[in-house]
T-cell receptor, first 116, second 111 residues
Framework: GAVVSQHPSRVICKSGTSVKIECRSL??????MFWYRQFPKQSLMLMAT?????????EQGVEKDKFLINHASLTLSTLTVTSAHPEDSSFYIC????????????FGQGTRLTVV | GENVEQHPSTLSVQEGDSAVIKCTYS??????FPWYKQELGKRPQLIID?????GEKKDQRIAVTLNKTAKHFSLHITETQPEDSAVYFC??????????FGTGTSLTVIP
């Protein structure tokens, strides 16, 4: 149990286009999901907290208009990188906590985004 | 918000020796401290965790200690093996809230 699935695992896009990344909790409901970004050889940096049915909470320095988060259901959160630039190339990972298995968090497999 | 610092950033040990990684945190409300092992391009894998009401926890060759007063916690790996080579992250969290990760330690176990 407690599986988080992220899609796609890899994506290459052209500068100026938008990319959507999906994060799904497969066997539990997640009212809250978290989005992280990881640059090569660096740590996971929290970008935002995705709240089902309400607006996401963004960490300081993260542009909410560039990184659009939608948590439309209890099992799906999406991160859309709008007008992507090469500097947005990174590894994006989502996580969620299952209410019955707190406080452990479960991570998606990550999405490697390359903007060319 | 929470600030988690981790040391060292790189660590090389001979196979069979012990490895110790240390983290400090700033938010006294944090009460859950997991450790993750991450291989390149993969998701973090939980290897051990500790809650704030416990001072030490051990699972075979891995142990974690927590000093809540000093706001620091450590990962201890004994009898290291080459397959222990990876990047390790500590994290701190207030139950139900987001995780904040340390900067990572690249561990190399030399055969």
């Amino acid at each position: 149990g407690a599986v988080v699935s992220q899609h796609p695992s890899r994506v290459i896009c052209k500068s100026g286009t938008s990319v959507k990344i999906e994060c799904r909790s497969l066997d539990f409901q997640a009212t809250t999901m978290f989005w992280y970004r990881q640059f090569p050889k660096q740590s996971l940096m929290l970008m935002a907290t995705s709240n089902e049915g309400s607006k996401a909470t963004y960490e300081q320095g993260v542009e909410k208009d560039k990184f659009l988060i939608n948590h439309a259901s209890l099992t799906l959160s999406t991160l859309t990188v709008t007008s992507a630039h090469p500097e947005d190339s990174s590894f994006y990972i989502c996580s969620a906590r299952e209410p019955g298995r707190l406080p452990e968090a479960f991570f998606g497999q990550g999405t490697r985004l390359t903007v060319v | 918000g929470e600030n988690v610092e981790q040391h060292p950033s790189t660590l090389s040990v001979q196979e069979g020796d012990s490895a110790v990684i240390k983290c400090t945190y700033s938010d006294s409300a944090s009460n859950y401290f997991p450790w993750y092992k991450q291989e390149l391009g993969k998701r973090p894998q939980l290897i051990i965790d500790i809650r704030s009401n416990v001072g030490e926890k051990k699972d075979q060759r891995i142990a974690v200690t927590l000093n809540k007063t000093a706001k620091h916690f450590s990962l201890h790996i004994t009898e290291t093996q080459p397959e222990d080579s990876a990047v390790y992250f500590c994290a701190a969290s207030n139950t139900g809230n987001q995780f904040y990760f340390g900067t990572g330690t690249s561990l190399t176990v030399i055969p």
